[in-house]
């Protein structure tokens, strides 16, 4: 994937919020910064003004698109409700010598809403500065060019894409999407299993093609699974609507919160309402009162790691906990936490749950 000199920039959350805008993480930066918005309730805030901020300007800057800084000043002067001529804070430290008035000359200074003006200062800086960084990004990514995200057993990834919409990638599973959507519409390649929370976009829809079924929304969020092993594709829906048909003919079903479609290898298509409360269940695990040995069993299959518990005593103690968007190391420091059971991770990789039993 291209990179630019923004790798070095001096507030390297920006260039991940810009990558992210754009479509243009790497794996690793995808990685880094999933940790970033999870690290501080502040960075998801900050995420969430930078996603605003990116609908305002437009997903799609054209090749000729220049900040228009000195405009973006009087927007934020006029909310901050001081004149724009009143330059306060210099976004770039200024080294020359400051103003001294002469003797006897009165120096007239302005009173401020402070909170207000750091609230806009940090908006408008957010905005220039995004919007200057997603310019470079976009001038720097070939209109053709697409990225791949694969994911190995036990692993499952998030992955922003360019119109900031969102794919949770099952493991085993690969994804396949353009690193800038200039058409008329979005769309993405998946084999295996993602759940996807796709930006409203209603001029350009969002289309996943796993085999041979087409799955089309405008902004919703659902549940595509296609698996090399198994002939059919199933899409769960869980807000909006998605319209799911078939490459080989023009047989489509509309699907609603509450339904699943499913399409058969012959171009058979249904329609039938979820069974489970939620169509993504392996975006979460859940303990009620489950035995440790149990616990084990589903931190296996999970994550594809090996798990134990030799004490027998300790295999029927109970644990209840639920884990959204699970990771092995946060459940075993929880476990370890709330119960007397000591984890040691052998040179082989495999875990041990040990301890004299239940409380």
């Not at 200057?132 to 998030?158: C, D, H, K, M």
């Not at 058409?183 to 929370?197: H, I, M, S």
Request: glycine residues 6%; contains cysteine.
């Amino acid at each position: 994937m291209t990179q630019t000199k923004l790798d070095n920039h001096e507030n390297p959350e920006w260039v991940l919020m810009a990558k992210a805008l754009r479509g243009e993480l790497s794996d690793q930066e995808q990685l880094e910064f999933s940790a970033w918005l999870n690290e501080d309730e502040a960075h998801t805030q900050q995420w969430t003004e930078a996603l605003e901020v990116w609908d305002e300007v437009g997903s799609e800057q054209n090749l000729t698109f220049q900040p228009n800084a000195d405009a973006a000043w009087t927007k934020f002067c006029a909310k901050a409700e001081f004149t724009p001529e009143t330059k306060i804070i210099p976004l770039i430290p200024d080294e020359s010598p400051s103003y001294e008035a002469p003797a006897g000359e009165a120096i007239e200074r302005q009173l401020f809403p402070w909170n207000t003006l750091y609230k806009y200062a940090a908006a408008f800086v957010l905005a220039v500065g995004l919007a200057w960084i997603g310019y470079l990004q976009f001038n720097n990514s070939s209109p053709n060019a697409w990225a791949q995200v694969a994911t190995a057993a036990g692993e499952r990834q998030l992955i922003y894409l360019p119109d900031s919409s969102k794919v949770t990638l099952n493991e085993n599973s690969t994804l396949r999407y353009q690193t800038a959507f200039k058409g008329k519409e979005r769309k993405v390649e998946l084999v295996g299993e993602g759940f996807f929370e796709v930006r409203k976009n209603p001029e350009k829809p969002f289309i996943v093609k796993s085999g041979n079924a087409e799955t089309r929304v405008l902004g919703t969020s659902f549940n595509v699974k296609a698996l090399k092993a198994e002939s059919e594709v199933s899409v769960a829906v869980v807000t909006g609507k998605v319209a799911l048909s078939s490459l080989k003919s023009e047989k489509k079903v509309l699907l609603t919160p509450g339904f699943t479609g499913f399409l058969s290898a012959n171009g058979q298509l249904d329609r039938k309402e979820t069974e489970k409360a939620t169509p993504a269940t392996w975006r979460s695990l859940e303990f009620n009162n489950t035995s440790l040995k149990a616990v084990a069993d589903q931190l296996e299959e999970y994550f594809n790691v090996s798990v134990e518990v030799p004490n027998q005593n300790l295999q029927a103690c109970t644990f209840t906990g639920t884990f959204e968007n699970p990771d092995l190391k946060e459940i075993l420091s929880v476990l370890e936490a709330s119960t007397d059971v000591k984890i040691s991770r052998s040179e082989k990789g495999t875990y041990t749950l040990d301890g004299a039993g239940c409380r």
